[in-house]
Nanobody, 119 residues
Framework: QVLLVESGGGLVQAGGSLRLSCVAS????????MSWYRQAPGKLRELVAG???????NYADSVKGRFTISRDNAKKTVYLEMNNLKPDDTAVYYC?????????????WGRGTQVTVSS
């Protein structure tokens, strides 16, 4: 079982920045991938950024060059640095952790943090 708690959301003007944090209840070294997803009203949840245990990253095209995902293993925390925010970035942002236990994949989710970008 992995518990995830997000923080750092809020209201920001377009062009501004926010840093989201996701604290895990277990060592991030034991997690296969950690990712940030978002879901805007009336839309499907989408992958924003992912970070593997091997430190490879992937980003949605819409955030490339603006968002950065990183990890602090000592703090069991994954971050999402968001710069040059746009109104289209408005959504609830969720932290996701994927583990493999006896070859079975398990997905864990946080409760989300709201990000609102005003124009």
């Amino acid at each position: 079982q992995v518990l995830l708690v997000e923080s750092g959301g809020g209201l920001v003007q377009a062009g501004g920045s926010l840093r989201l944090s996701c604290v895990a209840s277990v060592s991030t070294l034991s997690i296969y991938t950690m990712s940030w997803y978002r879901q805007a009203p009336g839309k499907l949840r989408e992958l924003v950024a992912g970070l593997s245990s091997g430190d490879s990253t992937n980003y949605a095209d819409s955030v490339k060059g603006r968002f950065t995902i990183s990890r602090d293993n000592a703090k069991k925390t994954v971050y999402l640095e968001m710069n040059n925010l746009k109104p289209d970035d408005t959504a609830v942002y969720y932290c996701n952790a994927v583990t493999y236990e006896f070859l079975r994949r398990a997905d864990y989710w946080g409760r989300g943090t709201q990000v609102t970008v005003s124009s």
